[in-house]
């Protein structure tokens, strides 16, 4: 069995500094993992990375080949990934031993993990070749200063949440960037009576239904909360990823190491 982390969220949220950090933190702790590109317009990494979509396809041929902007060319990308699954992706898979931990870096377009199934055929394949999988959904701290924009975070980790159905673990990242953390700790474990106070006060009487139905479902769910992380601190990054091993099973099924014992030792 393989372990899988897919590592979403919109554009800027500080994934693929994520994947910098993680794998240095694994490499200092002796843990091996392998880190997958999936953005066909990356250019430049601080990780090693050991499978590569630009080897199949890149946004920058299909922009210069097809005529289409970045928006339409990377859904292109995708949608040939996809078309491959059986074939490209495989073989990569085929290089990786049964118990490998990859983490799949991948591109910053929304629509890609609430509405287009590219992701979510993506994920099932990986399920049909025996990967357990957690989606990592990361959303940046700066976007969670006022509670309109956090309820817009929360309505995407959902979307992606419904679509992937997958474990699913959210990041509150660049928490070494808040002046204030006590303005965002409000927002890691939300009572849905001070949500609906908040977007009250907020914005016009006429929208009180609307906000109601929105805290309501926020908090019915229970489903959507938030795990701060500061890459500044390694007890950080590893809770995180204990949190990760945990949704995934992790090591549940590794066999016990046996060693010999002197007890005059």
């Not at 990494?45 to 005529?67: A, K, N, Q, W």
């Not at 357990?132 to 700066?142: E, P």
């Not at 992937?164 to 070494?176: A, F, G, R, W």
Request: with cysteine; hydrophobic share 35%.
């Amino acid at each position: 069995m393989g372990y899988a982390q897919l590592v979403i969220g919109p554009a800027g949220s500080g994934k693929s500094t994520y994947c910098s950090s993680l794998y240095q933190h694994c490499e200092t702790v002796g843990r091996t993992i392998h880190m997958v590109n999936l953005d066909p317009a990356a250019e430049h990494f601080s990780y090693p990375v050991s499978t590569d979509i630009r080897e199949l396809i890149s946004l920058d041929d299909v922009m210069e080949e097809l005529g289409m902007g970045p928006n339409g060319g990377l859904i292109y990308c995708m949608e040939h990934l996809e078309d491959n699954l059986d074939d490209w992706l495989d073989e990569q898979l085929d290089g990786y031993l049964d118990d490998d931990y990859l983490v799949f870096d991948c591109p910053g377009q929304i629509e890609l993990f609430t509405h287009v199934p590219v992701l979510r055929n993506f994920v099932e394949h990986l399920k049909r070749k025996n990967f357990n999988v957690c989606a990592v959904y990361f959303l940046d701290s700066q976007f969670v200063s006022d509670v309109t924009k956090y309820i817009s975070g929360c309505m995407a980790s959902l979307s992606a949440m419904i679509q992937l159905e997958l474990p699913h673990i959210n990041i509150l990242s660049k928490m070494d960037l808040v002046s204030n953390k006590k303005d965002v700790e409000e927002y890691l474990n939300p009572e849905a009576q001070v949500l609906l106070s908040q977007l009250n006060r907020q914005m016009a009487p006429k929208f009180g239904k609307l906000n109601k139905s929105l805290a309501e479902l926020v908090d019915d769910y229970s489903m959507v909360n938030f795990i701060p992380l500061d890459l500044r601190k390694e007890s950080s990054i590893q809770y995180v990823l204990s949190h990760i091993d945990s949704c995934i099973q992790y090591g549940e099924d590794a066999d016990v190491k046996v060693r010999d014992f002197d007890p005059e030792d």
